[in-house]
C-alpha cells in the first residue's frame, strides 16, 4: 500500500506546521502517500510514564492502522524509535511479535529517508547558522548523521556545534513533568550555549524537544527560532 504517513499526537496538536512541511515535501517529490486518520498515539508517553498496559493497547492500534504499508514515514525521532526498539518489548506472544518486527522494519524517520532519496530536485535555502539539535532519541536511534547529510544541501545555511554537555534540552517527556525546577534549568542553560555559539536558532528531528525549549519563555529574549528539518527543505527560492 505505498506510504503511510504517521504524524505523532504532539505534532498534531501542538505543531500542526511540522506536519504539513512532511506532506509538502512528499509531495513536492511525487511521492504518493496516505495518511490514516485514525492513527493514534503511539504510546511513547504511555510507556515513559511505566504504564505497558495502555503502551501495548495503543501498539495494537497502531499495527491495524499502518498494516500493509510498504513504509510508514514519521517526522519524529523519538516515535520512530519507540516503534522500533520498544513494541518489540511490549509484543506478547511469537505471532505478535513477529508482526511488531515485521512493521518496526518498515517504519523510518524522515531524515533517514531523505538522506536516502538524494537531492532534492529544488535547492532548499536558510540564510543564517543553526545548531543541530542532538535530541536524545535521534541519537540512539542514529540518525544524526542522516539529518547533517541533508541539511549540508542547504545552501545558505551553516550548521554549528555546541559542546556536547549541553546535549539535553531538559524534556524529556514525563521528566519535565517530575521535575520542573531542573528540567527548566537545564532548558535555560542548553538556550544559552545556543546563544553563545551565535546560532538564531535550532534545528531538530523531534520538535517535542523544541516545545519544551518554546515553553520556557527564553527563546523571545535570546532571538531564537525553532526549526524542524521539515521546515527547513521547504525554505526554497
Known amino acids: 500500500m505505498g506510504l503511510k504517513l504517521f504524524i505523532p499526537c504532539f505534532l498534531d496538536q501542538c505543531a500542526p506546521q511540522v506536519a ?9 517529490l511525487n511521492v504518493p502517500w496516505v495518511y490514516p486518520e ?30 500493509g504499508a510498504e513504509t510508514i514515514l514519521c517526522p519524529s ?11 518489540p518489548q511490549l509484543a506478547e506472544g511469537l ?14 524517520e524522515l531524515g533517514e529517508w531523505l538522506a536516502g532519496w538524494g537531492p532534492l530536485p529544488w535547492t532548499p535555502r536558510f540564510e543564517g547558522s543553526l545548531v ?17 547529510e541533508v541539511l549540508s544541501r542547504v545552501q545558505g545555511l551553516k550548521l554549528l556545534t555546541i559542546s556536547p554537555y549541553y546535549t539535553c534540552c531538559g524534556f524529556g517527556g514525563t521528566f519535565s513533568l517530575q521535575h520542573p525546577g531542573l528540567s527548566r534549568d537545564i532548558g535555560e542553560a542548553y538556550l544559552a550555549a545556543v546563544t553563545a555559539a551565535g546560532a538564531v536558532g535550532l534545528v531538530s528531528l523531534d520538535y517535542s524537544c523544541l516545545l519544551h525549549l518554546q515553553g520556557l519563555g527564553f527563546a523571545p529574549a535570546r532571538n531564537l527560532s525553532f526549526y524542524h528539518l521539515a521546515e527547513i527543505l521547504t525554505m526554497s527560492g
Not at 20 to 28: F, Y
Not at 77 to 87: D, E, F
Not at 95 to 108: C, D, F, G, P, T
Not at 132 to 148: E, P
Open 95 to 108: 505471532k505478535e511479535r513477529r508482526a511488531v518486527e515485521a512493521l518496526a522494519s518498515r517504519v523510518m
Open 132 to 148: 543541530l539539535h542532538q535530541s536524545c532519541k535521534a541519537r540512539q536511534l542514529g540518525g544524526l548523521a542522516c539529518a547533517r
Open 20 to 28: 504539513s512541511a512532511a506532506a509538502g515535501l512528499l509531495t513536492r
Open 38 to 67: 485514525d492513527q493514534t498515539c503511539c504510546g511513547q508517553f504511555a510507556w515513559t510514564a511505566g504504564d505497558p498496559a495502555t503502551a501495548r493497547r495503543l501498539m495494537r492500534h497502531f499495527l491495524r492502522v499502518f498494516d
Open 77 to 87: 525521532a523519538s516515535c520512530t524509535y519507540l516503534v522500533r526498539q520498544c513494541y
